[in-house]
C-alpha cells in the first residue's frame, strides 16, 4: 500500500480475511474477552451447533458485572446471578477458556485486568459483549462492543463480519487546566457532539494533550468514546504505550518483544491521511463538568448552571429534568447529593484512586452522603493497600469494596433507591442506571471524593488540599 | 431464524428520542442465563409503576395499541449498551421492526443477528407516522422486499438499506454458517498469524 493510511485503516487492513462480493468483510478477532452476562446464550448456542471454542487461547473471561462487592466468600444472594456466574465457569471449564474467577488475584471488571495483565496490546482487534470495549483502543488496538450473537459468531469462528467504520480525528491541543481529568474532556467531548455525534465513526484521538495523557488516561477517554455513539476509538501507541505493556505477564517477552515493538512503531497515522472529519478541541475551554441530566450529552461545568427550557430539545430536557428532580437555572453546586460510588472500568485505575484519596484526605464525608470506593481489580486494590490509600479512605468515612462493575450498573445489590442522587465515576447517566428512580451525575474521581466530603458538587480547583 | 420479508400491523408512536437499552431492558432482566422471555419485562421501568402495576400513561399500555408489532420511535434508537437482550424483548413482546430516523451502531448490529428490522425513515416522515399511528384500526405495511413502508391512507416512503443484511433478513440466514464457508481463508490467516499465547491447561 503506497496511499496514506490512518492508524485504523492500517489495523483493518492487516486483519481483512476475506471480502466475500456483496458481503461485509471478514476481519480476524485477535483478542476476545467474555464476561458472565453476556456470555452464557453464545455458549449455549455453539453446544447446540456441537463447534468448539475455535481459538481457546484467543478467549479470556472473568467474571464482574453481576458480582458482590462485599469481602470474597460472602455467599451471593441473587440465585439467578449465581446461575448465571455458575453458567460461566462450566463453559470456561468445558470449552478449555482461561478463567479468572472471583477467588482469583487477578479478576476485575474486563476491561481494567484485559490491559493489567498485557492482553491488551497494539494493533490488536478486541472484542467483547459489552459497549465499553472502546476502553482497549487507548493502546493503539481496534476494539468495539458486540452482543451474544456476535460473541457466539467470534467463539466459533474468531472471525466478524463488520462495515468498514467512518473515521474521525479528534484533535486536542494545549495543555489541561488544574484540576481538569480525562474524564472531563471526555464529557467536554461529548456535551459538544451529543450521543451520536460519531455513530459510525471511528475516533482517533491525537494532539498534545493525549500525547500528554497516562495509559490510565486515554483509557478513560476512550472508554468514554462509546457515549458519543463510536464504534471505536484509538490513540496511536507511543513510549508510554509501550512501557505500560512491557513486562506484563501476557505481553510479548525477549524476542518476541523486539519484533512487537518494531511493529508497533509502524502503528502512527500518515502524515496527511485522510479522515472523514475533524474536530479540534482547544484544552483550554475545558473545566471540571458534572452531567445534570440522562444521557451524558446532558452536561455542564461546574460552574454553570441547570439549563432552561429554551434551548435545545424542550421536549427531552423537561423529561430529564422531572427525572433527576432539577429545576431549570439551579447552579449545580447547589446540588446535594445522598451517595458516591468512585468505580467502574472509565474510573476505578490506581491514578484515579490516588486522586481521590488526594482530596478525601483530612477530610470526612459528609455525615448525609453514603461513599463508595470500588477499585477496578483485585490488582489495583492490592496496589492500593499497598500505598495505604484504603486508609485514607476509611478513616475519611469511604466504604472500600471488593473490585467488580457494581454500581455502574447496580445489577450486584449495590444500587440506588428511587430519588437518591448520586456523584459516579462511572459512564452512564441514563435512568434507572443505578437503580430505578436513581438519579446519577457523571463526574471525575476528584470531583466524586469532593462531592462526598461537600454534600454537593463542588468545584476542585479551588479544593483545599490537606 | 424467522425470515423478514413484508409485514403488516398495527403500530405504536413512541414519541422520546436516544431511547436508550437500559430502558428497553434494565439490567437486573440481564440475568437470565436464556434467550426467550424478555418480552415481559421490554421498556419495564416505563411500562410498569414502582409497585409493578401497569403504569396507563404509558403509550404502550394504551388499549389501541395492543397487539401492536411496528414501533415508531425518536433518533438514536437503540443506544447506550450493547445488550442484545434489547432486541430480544422487542421481539418477543411482538414488535418486528423499529422506525426511527437513527440507530445506535451496536444496537442496528444486533437487530441484524435477530431477523429484527430497523427502517432508517426521515424525520418529517417518521413524526407523520407517529400521527397516523394514533388513529384507531391504523395498519402499516413494512416491506422489505421493496424496501417501502406504506398504508392504505396514502402514505408511502422507500427506505435504504445494506444490500447483504436485506439479504439475510430476507432469507433469514444464518451468520455463522455463512462465515465458515469461508474456512480456507480463515485457516490461511491463522498459519500467517498464530495466537500468541498457549491453551488454558
Known sequence: ????????????????????????????????LVHEVTSPQAFDGLRAGGRPVRQPSRTVATVDHNIPTEPRGTPILDPIAAKQIQALQKNCKEFGIRFFDMDSPEQGIVHVIGPELGFTQPGLTIVCGDSHTSTHGAFGSLAFGIGTSEVEHVLATQCLAQRKPKTMNIVVNGRLPEGVTAKDLALGVIGQIGTDGATGFVIEYSGEVVRGLSMEGRMTLCNMSIEAGARAAMVAPDQTTFAYVKSRRFAPQGEAWDKAITYWRTLV???????????????????????????????????????????????????????MGLQPGTPIENISIDRVFIGSCTNSRLEDLRAAARVAKGYHVNPKVRAMVVPGSQAIKHAAEQEGLHRVFQDAGFEWRESGCSMCLGMNPDILQPGERCASTSNRNFEGRQGRGGRTHLVSPMMAAAAAIAGHFTDIRNWKFQ | MQPFRKHQGRAVPLDRVNVDTDQIIPKQFLKRIERTGFGEFLFYDWRRTPDGKPDRSFVLNHPRH????????????????????????????????????????????????????????????????????????????????????????????????????????????????????????????????????????
Open chain 2, 66 to 201: 395492543k397487539g401492536a408489532s411496528i414501533l415508531i420511535a425518536g433518533k438514536n434508537f437503540g443506544c447506550g449498551s450493547s445488550r442484545e437482550h434489547a432486541v430480544w424483548a422487542l421481539s418477543d413482546y411482538g414488535f418486528r421492526t423499529v422506525i426511527a430516523p437513527s440507530f445506535a451502531d451496536i444496537f442496528a448490529n444486533n437487530s441484524t443477528k435477530n431477523g429484527f428490522l430497523d427502517v432508517t425513515l426521515t424525520e418529517d416522515e417518521v413524526a407523520e407516522l407517529m400521527r397516523r399511528s394514533q388513529q384507531d384500526g391504523y395498519q402499516l405495511t413494512v416491506d422489505l422486499e421493496q424496501r417501502k413502508v406504506y398504508d392504505d391512507r396514502g402514505f408511502s416512503a422507500s427506505f435504504q438499506i445494506d444490500d447483504f443484511v436485506r439479504h439475510c433478513l430476507l432469507n433469514g440466514l444464518d451468520d455463522i454458517g455463512l462465515t465458515l464457508q469461508h474456512e480456507s481463508d480463515i485457516a490461511a490467516y491463522e498459519a500467517r498469524h498464530p495466537s500468541p499465547w498457549s491453551s488454558n491447561a
Open chain 1, 1 to 32: 500500500m503506497t496511499s496514506k493510511r490512518t492508524l485504523f485503516e492500517k489495523i483493518w487492513d492487516a486483519h481483512v480475511v476475506s471480502e466475500p462480493t456483496g458481503r461485509s468483510p471478514l476481519i480476524y478477532i485477535d483478542l476476545h
Open chain 1, 269 to 323: 497515522s500518515d502524515p496527511g491521511a485522510h479522515f472523514d472529519k475533524i474536530l479540534t478541541i482547544d484544552a483550554a475551554t475545558l473545566a471540571p463538568f458534572v452531567t445534570w441530566g440522562t444521557n451524558p450529552g446532558m452536561v455542564v461545568q461546574i460552574t454553570g448552571r441547570v439549563p432552561d427550557l429554551n434551548g435545545g430539545d424542550r421536549k427531552a430536557t423537561e423529561q430529564a429534568l422531572q427525572y
